[in-house]
T-cell receptor, first 111, second 113 residues
Framework: GESVGLHLPTLSVQEGDNSIINCAYS??????FIWYKQESGKGPQFIID?????DKRQGQRVTVLLNKTVKHLSLQIAATQPGDSAVYFC??????????FGKGTMLLVSP | DSGVTQTPKHLITATGQRVTLRCSPR?????VYWYQQSLDQGLQFLIQ???????AKGNILERFSAQQFPDLHSELNLSSLELGDSALYFC????????????FGEGSRLTVL
């Protein structure tokens, strides 16, 4: 079936480094791909989305890259801070914002 | 604060019982979504309502049902509970952009003993 998955379950970085979180997807028909952040004890929080006809989108300290050729999505976080420590999920929009989530990558930022 | 409110935050019950989880969406949002998060299955979409009507269905068991009321709050009913139903249940709401930007509540943690 369709799935969205992540390559790395845990990523440890030093404060100030750039972080890259990767995701593979299998459903090419999705119109939007999205990244969410989930802190311990909280619900997922929207970070950024990218439409399927784009290959790059930038936000505040974050960049999402979409490579449709290899069905790969990545989230880049610049100057990672301790407050960025969380689990990051990629997701694809299957229509009406019903999302299929990947399994998540935990980002650990050391001071 | 996402603006989405879920109650209760924690719930402990026994197998075979029935529980109701409640969700109030962000002001103005017509869409409400329910997701289940467990260690083995991750975040799974259950069901979506839009302005009182069911719009999309995901991996929702027949023992589970939901509804959205005229004031747009929603309830998720879980019956004949099994140990495997223990999970975090999230409600989310969205506006009409349909880009996948959802606003999640803090979840209801259900423990079935």
């Amino acid at each position: 079936g369709e799935s969205v998955g992540l390559h790395l379950p845990t990523l440890s970085v030093q404060e100030g480094d750039n972080s890259i979180i990767n995701c593979a997807y299998s459903n090419s028909a999705s119109d939007y791909f999205i990244w969410y952040k989930q802190e311990s004890g909280k619900g997922p929080q929207f970070i950024i989305d990218i439409r399927s006809n784009m290959d790059k989108r930038q936000g505040q300290r974050v960049t999402v890259l979409l490579n449709k050729t290899v069905k790969h999505l990545s989230l880049q976080i610049a100057a990672t801070q301790p407050g960025d420590s969380a689990v990051y999920f990629c997701a694809e929009n299957k229509g009406y914002s019903t999302l299929t989530f990947g399994k998540g990558t935990m980002l650990l930022v050391s001071p | 604060d996402s603006g989405v409110t879920q109650t209760p935050k924690h719930l402990i019950t026994a197998t075979g019982q029935r529980v109701t989880l409640r969700c109030s969406p962000r002001s103005g949002d017509l869409s409400v979504y329910w997701y289940q998060q467990s260690l083995d299955q991750g975040l799974q979409f259950l069901i979506q309502y839009y302005n009182g009507e069911e719009r999309a269905k995901g991996n929702i068991l027949e023992r589970f049902s939901a509804q959205q009321f005229p004031d747009l709050h929603s309830e998720l009913n879980l019956s004949s509970l099994e140990l495997g139903d223990s999970a975090l249940y999230f409600c989310a709401s969205s506006g009409d952009r349909n880009t996948g930007e959802l606003f999640f509540g803090e979840g209801s943690r259900l423990t079935v003993l």
